[in-house]
């Protein structure tokens, strides 16, 4: 069993950046992909950003370029840094983790997830 926490979310205004880190306890994630994912109130959830246990990244168009997810096994710990928020990027931020090696977007793949911080961006 693998637990989760997110933190770093808040208030921020466009333009702005922001950190999210996620802990995990429980068992070491280094055989593990991980990912992020957010929840706009009103939409479905959906994915950000993923990394696999190599290192490799991934993400969805409308965040390219702007956040970088990155991990550090030593600290069981992953990070989802956010440059140029933009107000259609509030949500609640999650971030998960699965049992395979291999990067994926769905979140039905994956088998922890944390609670949630929250992300919001001002105009």
């Known amino acids: 069993q693998v637990q989760l926490v997110e933190s770093g979310g808040g208030l921020v205004q466009a333009g702005g950046s922001l950190r999210l880190t996620c802990a995990a306890s429980?068992?070491?994630?280094?055989?593990?992909?991980m990912g992020w994912f957010r929840q706009a109130p009103g939409k479905e959830r959906e994915f950000v950003a993923a990394v696999d246990w190599s290192g490799q990244t991934g993400y969805t168009n409308s965040v390219k370029g702007r956040f970088t997810i990155s991990r550090d096994n030593a600290k069981n710990t992953m990070d989802l840094q956010m440059n140029s928020l933009k107000p259609e990027d509030t949500a609640l931020y999650y971030c998960?983790?699965?049992?395979?090696?291999?990067?994926?977007?769905?979140?039905?793949?994956?088998?922890?997830w944390g609670q949630g911080t929250q992300v919001t961006v001002s105009s």
């Open positions: 429980g068992r070491t994630i280094r055989d593990y992909a």
């Open positions: 998960a983790a699965r049992d395979g090696f291999s990067l994926q977007s769905a979140s039905s793949t994956y088998n922890w």
